[in-house]
């Protein structure tokens, strides 16, 4: 069902007019081509959960599978697979983190990375200071950094200290400086909120943590590829990110790691494994842990996995994560011009920052039908997802995401929303 009252189709005409202007002057339009499945007419909402893949990928996993594995087969790791995550590591750090080279890992899961480098970074406060044993996190983080610090402090005998967030915002710089203390050992944030999209001042939060003698790890899932990030300049300590959404790197593509040089030879991993010993093969009788990033390894490197994110990385190194940037705000201030005025008359609400300086690379629209209105909209092929309470996550990838496409998905969430209502 489309809209029948003849002034909102008036406003949604003048809108698809908009969008065909805002395509035709986007400096990166030609680059949504480059990717699998853009010249139909799904409507991908979802690239912050899961990227579209570039066609160069599906060209690379190929010849992978028939020349590398098939052709050289167990030669493979010493001739290049042993040194790819490490390689892979420094094009995320050069590309979407702003980190000088050795400082960033493709590794596990971001489940697992963010245990092993909070745990690291936990101990080592710990053993410098025995006052300072809690973890301070906010309430509203990914489910999975919730829990982790919560195993963490059970096993180490520390402590959660939680921040309470408003849903539709983040943590501030205050709430963090509220938190904080003598007896904080890390604190471990979120860069864009997974919910809200909120977009926090990492580098402002960085100095607040280093203020009250703390470590801070930061997880940069939703950042990654769509928001500009300054590792070394902000003064991380330590981070990790997902590289199935805005890098490209497939489902279930393992996460990096970031640690700063400065305390890359402090930290001790909690998952000693062979692949992070000094000398991998000497198969010695005790673990010693390799210098520098190496030590946050454990097992054998999911090389398949870490394929095709080197595509992505390549096309944004050469369009830059500034030009990113720019268009991730043109696509979601459009968003939330199309919410105010086609959804918002039928009580839909905006649930995200509208200052685009605090905004990442997703906008999430509230109406008690939405998780209905998602169900209706993957049978027509427009994809956002579903959030609690009432979210329909709206995820603007900018290298694969036109404003025609935008304009077709929320048009398509206006039909659900009556027909739901
Ligand atoms: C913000 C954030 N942190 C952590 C994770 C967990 O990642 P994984 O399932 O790869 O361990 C996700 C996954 O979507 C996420 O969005």
């Known amino acids: 069902m489309t809209t029948t009252d003849p002034a909102q189709a008036r406003v949604a005409e003048r809108l698809e007019d908009e969008a065909s202007v805002l395509d035709a002057a986007d400096p990166l339009r030609a680059h949504r081509d480059a990717f699998v499945g853009a010249e139909t007419s799904l409507v991908y909402f979802d690239g912050n959960s899961l990227g579209r893949p570039l066609r160069a990928s599906v060209d690379r996993l190929a010849a992978f599978a028939r020349d590398e594995w098939g052709g050289r087969l167990i030669r493979g790791w010493d001739e290049s697979w042993m ?20 400082q960033t890992v493709i590794g596990d899961s971001t489940t697992v990375l963010l245990y092993k480098l909070v745990r690291a970074a936990f101990d080592a406060a710990l053993a410098a200071d025995p ?54 050992a890390v604190v471990l944030l979120s860069h864009v909120a997974y919910r809200s999209g909120y977009l926090t001042d990492a580098a402002t939060l960085t100095r607040i943590a280093h203020a009250a003698g703390a470590l801070i790890v930061w997880d940069l899932c939703h950042s990654a590829g769509s928001v500009p990030v ?48 000094a000398d991998v093969f000497a198969m010695g009788p005790e673990y010693r842990p390799a210098g520098g990033m190496r030590r946050f390894l454990s097992g054998t490197p999911p090389i398949v996995g870490m394929l095709a994110m080197q595509d992505t990385l390549d096309l ?73 309470p ?3 996550r709206i995820g603007l990838s900018p290298l694969s995401t036109s404003f025609t496409e935008t304009i077709a998905g929320l048009r398509a969430v206006e039909a659900a929303v009556r027909a739901e209502s």
């Open 230 to 277: 300054e590792a070394d300049a902000w003064g991380f300590d330590l981070a990790v990110g997902c590289t199935y959404k805005y890098l490209g790197g497939g489902p279930g593509s393992p996460a990096f790691a970031y640690v700063a040089s400065r305390l890359q030879d402090r930290l001790a991993q909690p998952i000693q494994g062979w692949m992070g010993a």
């Open 131 to 184: 006052a300072r044993v809690e973890i301070v996190v906010d309430r509203d983080n990914f489910p999975t950094d919730r829990y982790l610090v919560e195993g963490i402090a059970a096993e180490r005998g520390g402590r959660v200290r939680w921040i309470d967030v408003d849903l539709a915002r983040g943590v501030s710089a205050e709430a963090l400086a509220a938190a904080v203390g003598s007896e904080t």
């Open 390 to 392: 009432d979210g329909l």
């Open 83 to 102: 040194q790819l995550p490490f390689d892979i590591g420094d094009a995320v750090g050069r590309a979407a983190i702003g980190a000088a080279a050795g």
């Open 316 to 388: 944004l190194e050469e369009v830059g994560i500034e030009a990113v940037r720019a268009k991730s705000i043109a696509l979601t201030q459009f968003a939330v011009r199309v919410a105010d005025e086609l959804l918002a008359p039928l009580g839909v609400t905006v649930a995200s920052p509208r200052d685009p300086a605090e905004r990442g690379g997703h906008v999430t629209l509230s109406h008690p039908s939405m998780r209905a209105v998602t169900g209706r909209l993957w049978t027509q092929d427009v994809i956002p997802d579903y959030r609690d």
